[in-house]
């Protein structure tokens, strides 16, 4: 179901083609309030890399795909807490079944795109690296495990959207895990999570 939390709506999508019991999350948000750090795999899809919310905003956290929104009840500027989840940076640092453990040899990245919008039209944009081996001095490297803070310049936005890529790709689209961790929009810690 949908959820909202202080001025912030997060719409999610269940798909239940093949029936209820073989759902599964296939677009959109969900929340988390889970602190595993360590274990690697699909299993545990639903856990930061940072090992919990951000220390400000509490227990609560939303886990976002590529293409996901948050519309907001009032417009307003925007700024958020951005970490991995412990799924994907696993899979960046040691590779999996379906992914590549990530090289500077092969300039790998994993980035998100933010775009702010209002009224359907896009007023500015930014990016943010949840994973960067693209330095010439590969000591730079990095794969994001702690809470960072991104802003989009001064604006009033009704609505924000991101996208994900990176340089592991193969003929189904993208090989790493598509998720990414949110806390603290704006002024809204997502501590108190509303269903719809």
């Known amino acids: 179901s949908d959820f909202s939390s202080g001025n912030c709506n997060f719409s999610n999508s269940y798909d239940t083609t093949w029936g209820q019991s073989s759902g599964y999350w296939s677009a959109g948000w969900v929340y988390s309030n889970m602190t595993d750090s360590?274990?690697?795999?699909?299993?545990?899809?639903f856990s930061a890399k940072a090992g919990g919310g951000h220390p400000i905003g509490g227990a609560n956290y939303a886990i976002g795909k590529s293409n996901s929104t948050i519309v907001f009840t009032q417009p307003s500027g925007f700024s958020i807490n951005i970490t991995n989840t412990t799924y994907a940076a696993n899979s960046m640092r040691d590779g999996d079944a379906f992914a590549k453990k990530f090289t500077?040899?092969?300039q790998d990245y994993f980035k998100l795109h933010i775009?702010?919008?209002?009224?359907?039209s896009i007023?500015?944009?930014?990016?943010?690296y949840l994973a960067n081996f693209t330095n010439v001095d590969s000591s730079l490297d990095y794969i994001v495990t702690d809470?960072?803070?991104?802003?989009?310049?001064s604006g009033t936005y009704d609505s924000v959207s991101f996208n994900l890529?990176?340089?592991?790709?193969?003929?189904?689209?993208?090989?790493?895990p598509n998720y990414f961790c949110i806390d603290n929009v704006g002024d809204y810690p997502l501590a108190i999570v509303n269903e719809n």
């Open 115 to 120: 775009y702010g919008y209002s009224n359907g």
């Open 104 to 106: 500077n040899t092969d």
């Open 147 to 153: 809470w960072q803070y991104v802003e989009l310049p």
């Open 165 to 176: 890529n990176s340089s592991d790709v193969g003929a189904f689209g993208m090989n790493t």
């Open 38 to 45: 360590t274990t690697s795999g699909f299993t545990n899809q």
């Open 123 to 128: 007023l500015d944009s930014t990016e943010f």
